[in-house]
C-alpha cells in the first residue's frame, strides 16, 4: 500500500471570496461553488483544490480554531517571468495583499507572492532561463 496525494485543501472563512481569487489565476470552480460550503476544482494530473468553509470544518471538529501564521503556500508555475510580474499585478491591483513584488531569485526564477483573501501565500515563479529549467 502506497499512500498518494489527491488534493489539496484550504480552509476560507469566506467561500465566494476565495473562489473569485482562485478563478482569477485559472482554477475552474463549478458554477455555484461560492455559496456552497464545500468545493473543488481539478488540477493537472488528476489532482483537486478543495476549499471548506470554517463552518463546515466545525461542524466536523467543533472546538477548530484557525491557524495563527500561514505554514504552508501554493507555487504556482508561470510560462516566463513577464507573466509573473502581470499575475501578480493584475491581484495586487484587485485588492490582493502583496507579500513579496516580483523579484529575480537568486535560485535561477522570477518569484513574487501574494495572499489570497484568507492569508494563504500563493507564490508564482519562472525560471529565468532555459538553464534555470
Known amino acids: 500500500m502506497t499512500p498518494r496525494i489527491d488534493a489539496i485543501g484550504l480552509v476560507v ?6 473562489v473569485t481569487f482562485y478563478r482569477r489565476l485559472g482554477f475552474a470552480f463549478p458554477e455555484g461553488a461560492e455559496s456552497e460550503p464545500h468545493a473543488e476544482a481539478p488540477l493537472p494530473g488528476g489532482l483537486r483544490l478543495m476549499l471548506d468553509t470554517e463552518e463546515i470544518v466545525r461542524s466536523l471538529t467543533p472546538d477548530w480554531q484557525p491557524p495563527a501564521g500561514t505554514r504552508h503556500s501554493l507555487a504556482l508555475r508561470c510560462d516566463d517571468p513577464a507573466e509573473v510580474d502581470t499575475v501578480y499585478e493584475e491581484l495586487v491591483g484587485a485588492g490582493y495583499h502583496g507579500e513579496h513584488k516580483p ?21 508564482l515563479f519562472a525560471p529565468l532561463g532555459p538553464a534555470a529549467e
Not at 472563512?13 to 476565495?18: E, K, P, Q, Y
Not at 489570497?116 to 501565500?121: F, I, L, V
Open 13 to 18: 472563512s469566506d467561500m465566494a471570496a476565495a
Open 103 to 123: 523579484w529575480d531569485a537568486f535560485w535561477g526564477q522570477r518569484y513574487a507572492v501574494v495572499h489570497d483573501p484568507d492569508g494563504h501565500g500563493v507564490d
